[in-house]
């Protein structure tokens, strides 16, 4: 009896083991699509309020994770093909959720807002894109920006063109060949700055829409588990005011990124 209890123990500790072998943790690898002051390659590393976000959630999950900034079309095919573990910042759709796994918790909730020259944006615009259906648009290549913005391309009643980055978007304006970008607001204020054109470029307000962000996940067997543990610890974040005032401490310092400590 007592050496069968003790083959039985044995065996279970074996197997233990072998679980464990089987399935260490590893280090997340995400990529980040370029979205300053979001998502930002610095010298220190990548940066920026969504970014600081999502690692701090995996750090309170008990995660390793690394963020590396990509362009979204890089960065899209990366998840579809399996080479990278997560995708930031991603909106939802039927598509993508037959594709990834997502939590039900969004990372981020951007105002989507249109760029246009100086001294040509229309007056009183009220907010409705019904407004603008004969102008000229660009958007980011294969990115989805809001719900009735995109429904209207698809559907062929908006013009929309595409660019392969939102600096590129916003410069397609300043030359003329379109009237309005589709541009998150605050990463198309920070761009407008940084390529000196305020002069030329202004945001049209109202927004469209307030898009939530989220991460979305690989579905892959060693990832199980990651997208209900990363789910919890955003949820607790948004409700402890832990997102928020990451996100107060970038608009403190104008959404500069925070250089490290010198020893």
């Known amino acids: 009896m007592i050496r069968r209890r003790a083959l039985s123990l044995a065996g279970i500790a074996c197997s233990m083991t072998g679980w464990a072998a089987a399935t260490p943790e590893r280090t997340i690898r995400i990529c980040g699509v370029e979205l300053p002051p979001l998502i930002m390659a610095?010298?220190?590393?990548?940066?920026?309020?969504?970014?600081d976000i999502v690692l701090q959630a995996c750090q309170r999950?008990?995660?390793?994770?690394?963020?590396e900034v990509v362009p979204w079309a890089r960065g899209f095919a990366?998840?579809?093909s399996g080479d990278c573990d997560a995708l930031i910042p991603t909106i939802r759709s039927s598509e993508r959720e037959a594709l990834f796994d997502f939590p039900s918790e969004p990372i981020y909730r951007s105002?989507?807002?249109?760029?246009?020259?100086?001294?040509?944006?229309?007056?009183?615009?009220?907010?409705?894109?019904?407004?603008?259906?004969?102008?000229?648009?660009?958007?980011?290549?294969g990115a989805l920006f809001a719900p009735e913005f995109?429904?209207?391309?698809?559907?062929?009643?908006?013009?929309?063109?595409e660019a392969l980055s939102f600096a590129a978007a916003l410069r397609?304006?300043?030359?003329?060949?379109?009237?309005?970008?589709?541009?998150p607001k605050l990463a198309g204020l920070q761009i407008i700055a940084a390529e000196g054109l305020t002069a030329h470029l202004q945001v049209l307000e109202p927004a469209l829409f307030v898009q939530p962000f989220y991460i979305a996940l690989a579905r892959r067997?060693?990832?199980?588990?990651?997208?209900?543990?990363?789910d919890e610890q955003l949820r607790?974040?948004?409700?402890?005011?832990?997102?928020?005032?990451?996100?107060?401490?970038?608009?403190r310092r104008k959404w500069m990124p925070v250089n490290p400590r010198k020893p």
Do not use: N, W
């Not at 397609?172 to 541009?183: E, I, K, L, P, S």
């Not at 067997?221 to 990363?230: H, I, M």
């Open 42 to 51: 610095t010298p220190y590393g990548s940066t920026g309020v969504v970014t």
């Open 61 to 67: 999950a008990e995660l390793r994770a690394t963020v």
């Open 78 to 80: 990366a998840l579809k």
């Open 111 to 141: 105002e989507m807002a249109l760029f246009g020259s100086i001294g040509k944006m229309p007056a009183g615009f009220s907010g409705k894109l019904s407004e603008l259906l004969s102008y000229r648009f660009v958007r980011l290549k």
């Open 150 to 161: 995109d429904r209207a391309v698809q559907e062929g009643r908006l013009h929309c063109e």
């Open 172 to 183: 397609m304006v300043d030359v003329g060949r379109v009237d309005f970008a589709a541009v």
């Open 221 to 230: 067997p060693d990832l199980a588990g990651v997208r209900q543990r990363l």
């Open 236 to 251: 607790r974040m948004a409700s402890d005011g832990s997102s928020q005032a990451i996100e107060d401490d970038y608009r």
